[in-house]
């Protein structure tokens, strides 16, 4: 089991920018894909981006594709969000999982969870 805490979320303006961190610790760091997903309130969770093992390759949802990006830092065990031109939209619960696959989209193609950040977009 991988066990990821995230940090990095709070409050920003609209068109401001956050970057989330999601540090991993348990099983090997590079034997899995990332996620990031998020949760609005009254809504269900929804997919952001992947990252596959080797960080050579990246999938974004259509809602943050040109303003987010996500990265990973093997050797620190770490995946990052970056995110820019944040809208009020894009408020919500960020989580980190870990997969098999950076192919994979829905919730439950993911084991491991971290506990979420609270990212909010207001002015």
């Known amino acids: 089991q991988v066990q990821l805490a995230e940090s990095g979320g709070g409050l920003v303006q609209p068109g401001g920018s956050l970057r989330l961190s999601c540090a991993a610790s348990?099983?090997?760091?590079?034997?899995?894909?990332r996620a990031w997903f998020r949760q609005a309130p009254g809504k269900e969770r929804e997919f952001v981006a992947t990252?596959?093992?080797?960080?050579?390759?990246?999938y974004y949802a259509d809602s943050v594709k040109g303003r987010f990006t996500i990265s990973r830092d093997n050797a620190k065990n770490t995946v990052y969000l970056q995110m820019n031109s944040l809208k009020p939209e894009d408020t919500a619960v960020y989580y980190c999982?870990?997969?098999?696959?950076?192919?994979?989209?829905?919730?439950?193609?993911?084991?491991?969870w971290g506990q979420g950040t609270q990212v909010t977009v207001s002015s």
């Open positions: 990252i596959q093992r080797s960080g050579l390759r990246s």
């Open positions: 348990g099983r090997t760091f590079t034997n899995y894909a």
């Open positions: 999982a870990s997969g098999p696959s950076a192919l994979q989209q829905r919730p439950r193609d993911y084991g491991s």
